[in-house]
C-alpha cells in the first residue's frame, strides 16, 4: 500500500514563503516520477511541479516558474515544494502524487498519470 503524507502548509503574507514536504512509503520512491499539484475552490486540479524519478529533471508550470523549486531525497523517500514570492492566487490545497509508470521517459503532468495521492495540505497566502 502506497502512502504519501504532505506536510508543511499554513498561512502566509504575500511575499512569503513556505515548504511543503510529501513522506513516501509502500513502494520503490526512486523508481518513481512525482509531482506537486494545488486545487483552488471552485477549480480544477491543476499540475505545478514535477520531477523525474532520478530527480535529475524537474518541470513547473509557467505560473510558479522562478518562484518555486521541487526536489526529492531518495535517501528519505521524500520530495519537497520549496515555494517562494507566494501570491495570494497561489492559496489552494496542495497535493503530492505519485508516478504510475516506473521509470518513466519524460514527465507528464496529466492528473489521471498519477496514481497515488496524499491527503493535501492546505496553503492561503493573504494579501
Known amino acids: 500500500q502506497v502512502q504519501l503524507v504532505e506536510s508543511g502548509g499554513g498561512l502566509v503574507q504575500a511575499g512569503g514563503s513556505l515548504r511543503l514536504s510529501c513522506a513516501a512509503s509502500g513502494r520503490t520512491f526512486s523508481n518513481y516520477g512525482m509531482g506537486w499539484f494545488r486545487q483552488a475552490p471552485g477549480k480544477e486540479r491543476e499540475f505545478v511541479a514535477g520531477i523525474s524519478w532520478s530527480g535529475g529533471r524537474t518541470y513547473y508550470a509557467d505560473s510558479v516558474k522562478g518562484r518555486f523549486t521541487i526536489s526529492r531525497d531518495n535517501n528519505k523517500n521524500t520530495v519537497y515544494l520549496q515555494m517562494n514570492s507566494l501570491r495570494p492566487e497561489d492559496t489552494a490545497v496542495y497535493y503530492c502524487?505519485?508516478?504510475?509508470?516506473?521509470?518513466?521517459?519524460?514527465?507528464?503532468?496529466?492528473?489521471?498519470?498519477?496514481?497515488?495521492w496524499g491527503q493535501g495540505t492546505q496553503v492561503t497566502v493573504s494579501s
Open positions: 502524487a505519485a508516478d504510475r509508470i516506473t521509470r518513466r521517459m519524460g514527465y507528464t503532468q496529466t492528473v489521471h498519470e498519477y496514481d497515488h
